[in-house]
């Protein structure tokens, strides 16, 4: 009996074998994910904190925030950007429509609503592929067992039959051995897939928290550009 993987392979069945090239194929489309989202989420929040320094001094001076207007467009894939700078936007056709020091809660509020619907669309960009990692994370070691399923009866199905030697434990090692690949491979699959998950989660967490933070700060300077 060859245990190598190439020998367990073809001492396989045809449902393990279709096992191991779904945890396979659903490895692969994992790891695509993990790459496209490390890739996005890296360059997001460099240019979010290239950004934040950049605006850092124009909010802290009331008197500078129309200097802010149109800096968002020098950081295309900034998550901080787009939001923040939807909200200069708004800010500044306010000022351009008039806007009474009277009007400062008003205009707030204003510039608070469109960060969050910019934001939130922002977020469900970044989330994109999450949802298929957890799915993948939770159902790989399910369809691993799927396939110990199909070894158990591999193996069950030699033991039986006499023209195979039925009732030696070499007949049945093969079978054993299938079923063990394939729940090794759906827990190889979801550990790996459960710990891309948890990282860009914590990731998202992150931008989310420079987000809030910066936003809270452009609607303070606002709120003091009124007032003064």
Do not use: C
């Not at 279709?18 to 993990?34: D, F, G, K």
């Not at 800096?71 to 056709?93: I, R, S």
Request: aromatic share 8%; no cysteine.
């Amino acid at each position: 009996m060859d245990f190598t993987l190439v020998g367990l392979w073809h001492e396989m069945g045809f449902m393990a074998r279709a096992v191991v090239v779904v945890l396979l194929a659903m490895s692969a489309y994992s790891l695509s994910i993990s790459v496209d989202r490390l890739l996005t989420y890296r360059k997001g929040r460099a240019l979010s904190r290239l950004y934040i320094d950049a605006l850092a001094p124009l909010v802290e001076s009331a008197a500078r925030l129309g200097e802010a207007v149109g800096l968002h467009k020098k950081f295309g894939g900034a998550p901080v950007a787009t939001v923040v700078g939807a909200g200069v936007d708004e800010y500044a056709k306010s000022i351009a429509a008039g806007a009474r020091p009277a009007a400062a809660f008003d205009v707030a509020e204003a510039v608070n609503r469109t960060m969050e619907r910019v934001k939130e669309r922002e977020l469900a960009g970044l989330r994109r592929g999450l949802p298929v990692l957890a799915t993948v994370a939770s159902s790989a070691p399910f369809v691993g067992l799927f396939g110990t399923v199909g070894g158990i009866i591999t193996a069950f199905q030699k033991l039986a039959d006499p023209t195979k030697g039925g009732g030696g434990i070499g007949t049945v090692s093969a079978g054993i051995a299938e079923a063990l690949i394939t729940t090794a491979v759906g827990l190889g699959v979801a550990i790996l897939t459960v710990w891309f998950y948890n990282y860009f989660t914590a990731r998202l967490d992150d931008i989310t928290i420079d987000i809030d933070e910066t936003a809270s700060e452009l609607v303070d300077s606002i709120l003091k550009s009124h007032a003064a």
